[in-house]
């Protein structure tokens, strides 16, 4: 089955830091883009940025440039989001998303989310 | 970056109703549009890419039309499982990529 599964909820402090992960099966992981999408509590989807496992090739969002840092594994399949210092406006629902297309970043596979909570 | 905007934010409808979900695009995009649907709780589902395909499974009802800057999604019979939220998203260029607010659709 091809499906994406991210690593499971965090609770973190103000200025800890932290990396979610998102694994890969059922496909090529390295021949197609991963993404990532912020859902903060109530609100709308923001892509955050994109990477390509094969060549770690990646793009931000300006609004995350400098913000996040998206990487990846393809020996084990998975990529990776990391915050050095999180903020409580970090707190929101995390996503990892492929893309079926290399060219054309619109997200077919979804992971299911990981939640990440940032309360002191 | 392309701004997309969606309307309405809510809109309220009944089972068996005809409904149309309207997405523009701060500049042109072509027909580079995807539209996607999320329940509480879920990760979004993709409905439409390329403005007006159908994603393999998606059922007939929903469909698709634009380009450039303005697009709409339709839902042509409402059923009771589609009562979720509504997201268009541009994938023109790396502009960045971007998601419309988003379109709750509620029962009447």
């Known amino acids: 089955e091809v499906q994406l599964v991210q690593s499971g909820a965090e609770v973190k402090k103000p200025g800890e830091s932290l990396k979610i992960s998102c694994k890969g099966s059922g496909y090529i992981f390295s021949s197609h883009w991963i993404g990532w999408v912020r859902q903060m509590p109530g609100k709308g989807l923001e892509w955050m940025g994109i990477?390509?496992?094969?060549?770690?090739?990646?793009r931000y969002s300006p609004s995350f440039q400098g913000q996040v840092t998206i990487s990846a594994d393809k020996s084990i399949s998975t990529a990776y989001l990391q915050w050095s210092s999180l903020k409580a406006s970090d707190t929101a629902m995390y996503y990892c998303?492929?893309?079926?297309?290399?060219?054309?970043?619109?997200?077919?596979?979804w992971g299911r989310g990981t939640l990440v909570t940032v309360s002191s | 970056d392309i701004q997309m905007t969606q309307s309405p934010s809510t809109l309220s409808a009944s089972v068996g109703d005809r409904v149309t979900i309207t997405c523009r695009a701060s500049?042109?995009?072509?027909?580079?549009l995807a539209w996607y649907q999320q329940k509480p709780g879920k990760a979004p589902k993709l409905l439409i890419y390329k403005a007006s395909s159908l994603e393999s499974g998606v059922p007939s009802r929903f469909s698709g039309s634009g380009s450039g800057t303005e697009f709409t999604l339709t839902i042509s019979s409402l059923q009771p499982d589609d009562f979720a939220t509504y997201s268009c998203q541009q994938y023109n260029s790396f502009s960045p990529e971007t998601f419309g607010q988003g379109t709750k659709l509620e029962i009447k």
């Open positions: 990477i390509y496992p094969g060549d770690s090739d990646t």
């Open positions: 500049q042109s995009i072509n027909n580079w």
């Open positions: 998303a492929r893309p079926n297309s290399f060219q054309y970043w619109y997200f077919d596979l």
